[in-house]
């Protein structure tokens, strides 16, 4: 297990770039803590398959270091690095049985065969498969065969990190929580320090300790679930997280108000903005309530989700979406108002907080 | 309008589809409700004419088409996987069924515009399918279906490739694209809140059979029976078997793994309960109708132990053991629980559901 040190990293996949959008990934720099669960999150084409490449050792960065342990192993190939990584789809032996399968990794690297046993069992155990050790790999359904997978990269406990590359996507939709669960289950007993690629929120969320999420090349917020939830770092992390994601109003600021329309709206604090930034309001769809006062709004259609309505509309001319509890009445003449704490103000779609 | 009437389909002795009968609507959208390997593909080749039926028939505005292949029914069909032809443009691909069916030039040009302006592809119809984002591929595939004016268009998990972010864009605009329409739709899916935010009707379907057939939201609220229930709720809805004495129903709670002493807990009845036959029932209860806080002054409570808590951006699911059962609770917002807490969970009675020993809805339940 080790700290991992991303120092002043960049990589672009074209010879000389010139330009910040000739890179993959944009400058990336931040310290990751021995035995953390970190989630890379975000759409296709955001880096973080580039970063996880980078860490695995696929990929050398066109610029900066990665340290385990304060050891620079930029230039070590993936074999040295002394890394488990788990792939998108299983990779088993099917021939093996499901025992061998999981001493593989062990063998391998010629751990004597009681330490062998030891491992084995204490993987088995935990993947729920003891009763299949001794079965070939052959017959298993696809998520029993990658749970295996997933076993193959916890079974060594000297590994620097395991890396997962979207573990559950082969997953049926129905057992992706069963895996899910255990997975974090793994890393609390575990202790590893795990980093996991996923394009999907719930993965993430669920599964790490810190989620880093990426866009267009950058990292735009490392935090908790709730921080990515109630303070979004960036408008795209808002829009990211959640459904539906936040909604986004141009806004124009004056002293401790934010105009949307011809509407003003208290927002307790003087946000700093430099002159000519665009700035807007975030606000999730919970923390908006449809009243008899407020903005008059008008609605376009009331999803009932069953456990919620999903209010579509507009507000000052602009797309909205207000979630509202089960059951609940909406007025005739509806109007909108903002609850204090979900509102956020973004300067060029960057949060500026009170504490900025 | 198409109606299946006692319509079967049985493969080297294996009946996939129960005899089935099921009338769908001119310009209304169905969805087909089920988990994997439920018969929801099975009725969509029946219903496209892929597939004979063994047993029944198969009418189209009145007339028998049982037996007619799909090349001579007008029907499109759209797939998980997105196809498109990889040589052509995505106007070539949108414009294929109409100049197969030998349509003059301007008549395609206008319906190839019009419908990329639906889908939101004409700033993308000179690309090649393959430089597109899935979403825009399979709004291509769709596209596609649409301008064909088929009488029937039939989509087979569509948005089930698609990152979710995608699909819940797509599921914001198809009802509208559906409506503008007037085909009859048929969706299959294997999501619950798919079909809500889909609307329309829904067609729940479980071993080859369909359970129930109606609204949407009244399917929701209304299962007819407990394996309705269970194919529509995701997370899984919450049960317990109990006996119903008097004015309280009974609930023996098992340790895990059914070990050690039983602990009987009582429960008060609920008034839409009230009329419900003493006796031994199966009681149900949503996610959402569990909570971590007193939804309403007095609500009864129950013991459990928590395990993983399922966070999925603007909710939460907690799992938890009550007794030697899984239940899972659904919270808004982030909740990260830690496992192995002994805690508190509120029954929000005024939505608990009953069913018999044979399965079925007792009394008016209000999920």
Avoid at chain 2, 75 to 102: C, D, H, K, W
């Amino acid at each position: 297990m080790a700290r991992i040190n991303l120092d002043h990293i960049r990589h672009a996949y074209g010879i000389r770039p010139t330009s910040p959008n000739d890179y993959a990934l944009r400058e990336v720099h931040h310290e990751w803590a021995d035995g953390g669960a970190y989630a890379l999150l975000g759409p296709s084409g955001c880096g973080k398959t580039t970063l996880l490449n980078i860490i695995s050792g696929i990929v050398r960065p066109s610029e900066g270091h990665i340290l385990f342990d304060g050891k620079d192993v930029t230039h070590l190939p993936t074999e040295e690095r002394n890394i488990a990584q788990v792939f998108q789809f299983p990779v088993v032996y099917d021939t093996m049985t499901v025992y061998d399968n999981l001493a593989f990794p062990l063998r391998n690297r010629n751990v004597p065969e009681d330490l062998v046993a030891t491992r084995v069992k204490h993987i088995l155990e935990m993947l729920e498969l003891t009763d299949r050790a001794d079965k070939k790999a052959r017959g298993l359904t696809a998520d029993q065969k990658q749970k295996i997978s997933l076993g193959r990269g916890l079974v060594r406990s000297d590994v620097n990190a395991i890396l997962f590359d979207e573990p559950l996507t082969v997953i049926d939709p129905h057992l992706k929580w069963v895996l899910r669960s255990q997975l974090k289950q793994l890393h609390r007993h575990s202790k590893f320090t795990m980093v996991y690629v996923t394009h999907d929120q719930t993965e993430a969320l669920t599964f790490a300790d810190k989620v880093v999420v990426m866009y267009d090349g950058q990292i735009v917020q490392i935090g908790t679930p709730a921080e990515l939830f109630e303070k979004p770092k960036h408008t795209f992390v808002g829009y990211f997280i959640g459904s539906p994601g936040m909604n986004v109003f141009p806004v124009e600021i004056a002293g401790k108000k934010a105009r949307i329309g011809n509407v003003s709206v208290d927002i307790g604090f003087a946000p700093k903005i430099s002159k000519g930034q665009k700035t807007e309001l975030g606000i999730r769809p919970e923390f908006m309530d449809i009243t008899r006062k407020g903005m008059p709004m008008t609605i376009r259609k009331v999803e009932d989700i069953g456990r919620q309505k999903i209010v579509r509309g507009e507000l000052a001319g602009q797309a909205v979406s207000i979630v509202m509890k089960e059951g609940s009445d909406i007025p005739a003449d509806p109007h909108v108002s903002f609850r204090d704490e979900g509102i956020n103000i973004y300067a060029d779609s960057w949060r500026v907080g009170q504490e900025d | 309008m198409l109606e299946f009437i006692n319509v079967s389909k049985v493969v080297s002795g294996q009946t996939h589809i129960h005899p089935t009968n099921l009338v769908l609507e001119r310009g209304t959208l169905n969805v087909l409700l089920g988990p994997t390997l439920s018969g929801k593909t099975s009725l969509l080749r029946l219903m496209a004419g892929l597939d004979k039926p063994t047993s029944g028939s198969v009418r189209f505005n009145g007339e028998n088409v049982t037996g007619l292949p799909v090349q001579r029914r007008n029907v499109a069909m759209v797939y998980q996987q997105f196809i498109n032809y990889p040589s052509m443009t995505v106007y070539e691909n949108i414009a294929s069924p109409l100049r197969v069916a030998g349509e003059s030039a301007d008549v395609i040009d206008r319906e190839v515009k019009k419908v990329a302006d639906l889908m939101r592809l004409s700033p993308l119809l000179d690309r090649l399918p393959l430089s597109l984002s899935g979403g825009q591929q399979q709004r291509t595939a769709l596209a596609r279906a649409i301008v064909k004016k088929a009488s029937l268009v039939l989509l087979d998990e569509p948005l089930a490739n698609l990152d979710y972010k995608l699909r819940e864009e797509m599921r914001e605009e198809l009802p509208k694209i559906f409506a503008a329409s007037g085909s009859i739709f048929v969706y299959a899916t294997t999501e619950p809140s798919e079909a809500l935010l889909l609307g329309g009707n829904t067609a729940t379907l479980h071993q080859g059979r369909v359970s129930q057939f109606g609204k949407t939201v009244s399917v929701y609220r209304n299962p007819r029976d407990l394996i309705t229930a269970r194919t529509f709720s995701d997370p899984p809805i919450n049960t317990h078997t109990a006996v119903k004495e008097g004015k309280n129903f009974v609930l023996l709670e098992k340790e895990a793994g059914g070990k050690g002493k039983a602990t009987k807990i009582t429960l008060p009845v609920p008034a839409h309960l009230a009329t419900v036959a003493d006796g031994p029932v199966t009681l149900g209860v949503q996610p959402h109708h569990l909570s971590l806080e007193e939804p309403y002054a007095k609500a009864p409570s129950l013991k459990v132990k928590t395990q993983v808590s399922e966070i999925a951006g603007s909710e939460s699911f907690v799992h938890v053991l009550f007794g030697d059962k899984r239940w899972v609770i659904l919270e808004h917002g982030v909740r990260n629980i830690d496992p192995d807490l002994d805690i508190d969970v509120y029954l929000d009675t005024r939505h608990l559901m009953a069913f018999g020993s044979d399965g079925m809805t007792l009394a008016g339940t209000a999920g």
